[in-house]
């Protein structure tokens, strides 16, 4: 089993910054990649910013410029700076982790819960 939990969401007004963290665990055996995405209501699911394991990175061009993705010291985590928030950005995020375990071998996708980022004046 894979556990991804995801903190760091809040109100911001525009302009501003925050982080979000993201820390995969469990029977983990290795992680292909990690990657922040976001819904807002009556919206698909869209993809912010990846990061592979080889350390390779990719962003929505919505955010190009803006946010920055990055792995932690520790194994298994990601982070999101996000800078020059706007309104639009509003929306819950949520961290994915495209990993094997050790029982399967197999690369599945797993989901965080998802925390909640409000860009409001």
Known sequence: QVHVVESGG????????????????????????????????????????????????????????????????????VYLQMNSLKPEDTAVYYCKAVARTSATMMALDYWGQGTQVTVSS
């Open 10 to 77: 809040g109100l911001v007004q525009p302009g501003g910054s925050l982080r979000l963290s993201c820390a995969a665990s469990g029977s983990i055996y290795s992680v292909n990649a990690m990657g922040w995405y976001r819904q807002t209501p009556g919206k698909q699911r869209e993809l912010v910013a990846v990061i592979t394991s080889a350390g390779s990175s990719n962003y929505a061009d919505s955010v190009k410029g803006r946010f920055t993705i990055s792995r932690g010291n520790a194994k298994n985590t």
